[in-house]
């Protein structure tokens, strides 16, 4: 069935992006592909980065390291979330360590699988998941894989990102693994202090630029085509679009296109998103609808039916103008988009 919304996704971006961040960080370079892998598809995602020279791969869920199906051999994989009452049964996906975050997770995992090598999660700061320093005691027997923590701020210049290295310094002296790993993408950007044995990107992999140092090295990888449904003039004096926010000073050409907030194009573009065609700006007019979206064509007469028209989706600059972060336009991309991989 044709499908008017596309998604373009480049694998030379994706792949050059993890090398990028390979290289700042200087030391092994992981993926995180949870969400689908950030809304791409986790599949191509593992494919493309494989192919890169990526070993290590981090979902959130067991489910989702089962959509994920095997993995090439060389890979391994990890969930985040580690493993729960209901997961006894999935710890045993091959290949696959949890991550383990409480008291509780240890001791399940003691009693299923003690010799099977585990990552554990050490909160140093957060406070969201991960074991508290002072509860490493519990760690005794195990064999750790890789010791993680997660930085809270590592998008801003914070006082928590020193305070969480002094932290993960120390519980790494004290606990024993075969690596250590603190830092995401921003982390990376913070230097190499943060890079332990391992980083786990995740946004940057997929375009995003969380701090100033990623500009100008970290490519888009997403863009965005929809196709127009109607082309219509709308007289001067007349609105257009859901609460009429748009009202034609004088006659104006519109677009309509086949996208809107049920896939991802926020109503926070409503009058400040726009599109290109023939490498012609085409202003968003008026609201955003669910599936539809009104864009000035005066600038392209020849535009129709059916052409497909590019979404400006540059991500820093569409969650400024969308209100949303670059993780949520990321994540938030719907269902309906036929993905292409070039
Ligand atoms: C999601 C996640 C990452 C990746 O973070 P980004 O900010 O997307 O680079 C890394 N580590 C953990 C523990 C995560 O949950």
Redesign the pocket.
Known sequence: MHQPLRMICNKDALATNWKWLAARAGVRCAA?V?ADGYGLGAREVVSVLVAAGCRDF?VSTWWEAEQLGLLPVEASLAV?HGIGPDDLRSGDVPGCRPVLNTPDQVARWKQIAPERPCDVMIDTGMNRLGLRPEEGGVLAGLRIHTL?S?LACADEDHLLNGKQLRQFRAAAAAIPAERYSLA???GILLGPDYAFDLV?????LYGGI?RLEARGHIEAVVQLEAQVVQRRTIPAGESCGYGATFVAAQETQVAIANIGYADGYWRGFSSVGSARFDDAALPVLGRVSMDLVALDCGARPGLKEGDWISLDFELERAAEQSGKSQYELLTGLGHRFERHWH
Do not use: M, T
């Open positions: 995180a949870k981090f985040l993680h997660h995401n993408s921003a786990r990107p995740g946004l940057s969380p």
